[in-house]
């Protein structure tokens, strides 16, 4: 038995070009995109446009309708996220590169240190936020990321 596909659908790729187009064309910032979403942060609104979340469709429908983007975006917005899809080797961008330096020279003391404060367990990357902010310092403009996971304790049996 055949499903028929979706008129008009779209891949993730052509949903995010489409998206980020019309973002360049009237610029606007991330945050600006997130304000036509209520409730949402512009991590989110990001992470759905760079497929690491789905969105709802009340999300979908209040981004693309602001933007004229129609439904076949909105609908992809609607998937699930194929989560890890990348490359397994580092990248080379070197801002990406960052994010893997980091748990690379500091991983091993943040882990003693939420295991110190919370006990045996790890961060939800499932019950999660992220932020990304500037700070305006007199030596430099610094990047502020916090990270914001429920701590889940492993089961003993």
Request: glycine share 6%; with cysteine; proline share 6%.
């Amino acid at each position: 038995m055949n499903i028929p596909e979706r008129e008009n659908k779209l891949t993730k790729s052509e949903m995010r070009a489409r998206i980020l187009t019309e973002k360049e064309e009237r610029g606007l910032t991330y945050e600006e995109l997130a304000d036509l979403v209520p409730g949402r942060s512009k991590m989110f609104v990001a992470s759905a446009i760079f497929d690491a979340a789905s969105m709802t469709a009340e999300d979908a429908n209040a981004l693309t309708s602001e933007l004229d983007l129609g439904a076949p975006v909105a609908e992809t917005l609607q998937e699930a996220p194929m989560k890890g899809m990348e490359d397994p080797t580092i990248p080379s961008d070197p801002c990406i590169y960052r994010f893997y330096e980091v748990p690379q020279v500091y991983g091993r003391a943040m882990k003693a240190v939420i295991h110190e404060e919370f006990g045996d367990g790890i961060m939800s990357a499932i019950d999660f936020e992220v932020d990304v902010q500037r700070e305006e310092r007199p030596d430099g403009d610094h990047v502020v990321i916090t990270y914001d996971g429920k701590f889940l304790p492993y089961k003993r049996w």
